[in-house]
T-cell receptor, first 113, second 111 residues
Framework: NAGVTQTPKFRILKIGQSMTLQCAQD?????MYWYRQDPGMGLKLIYY???????DKGEVPNGYNVSRSTTEDFPLRLELAAPSQTSVYFC????????????FGQGTRLTVV | GENVEQHPSTLSVQEGDSAVIKCTYS??????FPWYKQELGKGPQLIID?????GEKKDQRIAVTLNKTAKHFSLHITETQPEDSAVYFC??????????FGKGTRLHILP
């Protein structure tokens, strides 16, 4: 049972480039979340999804897009990378959003130069 | 803001002493209160949680207490050990399905 898998683990992007951060879970969880964690800071919610075909904005959605075509996958897209998007990105999933443990991936460390 | 406040941001305690971290929340619909531990280079992991029908829960050296009237809950670590050094986060899942985390507490265990 792999849990929540994020790829890639590390990436360096140039300003203006685009990329997709992948997140997959094999626990059949309905709820999935994307967070970013800046150095020495807490977790800020970017986007979340309560099921396939449904996505919603979190606290800091600007500059990002998501899709949820299947229960398992929840990719995060950066269209025009900016230095302010340098961060560690974590994907998480829960069976339901309330009252249950969140399972996190190992994170993707992104640097935009 | 998103209404989960966590204090302190940094905490240093002597090995063997106790550590207490506190969170306050604003959504009265919240009824699940977890604490996560994040070790260097890893994602957060749940260490203990409490639901609104109980006031305290213990798991060996770790305990969580909840005061729903005052809307705060605390993490207590007793007999601290070097491996307790990490960043700790509280969270307050909300009725709109967002899970909002506190800003984290960096705990240093001093030898």
């Amino acid at each position: 049972n792999a849990g929540v898998t994020q790829t890639p683990k590390f990436r360096i992007l140039k300003i203006g480039q685009s990329m997709t951060l992948q997140c997959a879970q094999d626990m059949n969880h309905n709820y999935m979340y994307w967070y970013r964690q800046d150095p020495g800071m807490g977790l800020k919610l970017i986007y979340y999804s309560v099921g396939a075909g449904i996505t919603d904005k979190g606290e800091v959605p600007n500059g990002y897009n998501v899709s949820r075509s299947t229960t398992e996958d929840f990719p995060l897209r950066l269209e025009l990378a900016a230095p302010s998007q340098t961060s560690v990105y974590f994907c998480a999933s829960t069976p339901t959003g309330l009252n249950t443990e969140a399972f996190f991936g190992q994170g993707t460390r992104l640097t935009v130069v | 803001g998103e209404n989960v406040e966590q204090h302190p941001s940094t905490l240093s305690v002597q090995e063997g002493d106790s550590a207490v971290i506190k969170c306050t929340y604003s959504d009265s619909a919240s009824n699940y209160f977890p604490w996560y531990k994040q070790e260097l280079g890893k994602g957060p992991q749940l260490i203990i949680d409490i639901r609104s029908n109980v006031g305290e829960k213990k798991d060996q050296r770790i305990a969580v207490t909840l005061n729903k009237t005052a809307k705060h809950f605390s993490l207590h670590i007793t007999e601290t050990q070097p491996e307790d050094s990490a960043v700790y986060f509280c969270a307050a899942p909300r009725r709109d399905d967002k899970i909002i985390f506190g800003k984290g507490t960096r705990l240093h265990i001093l030898p």
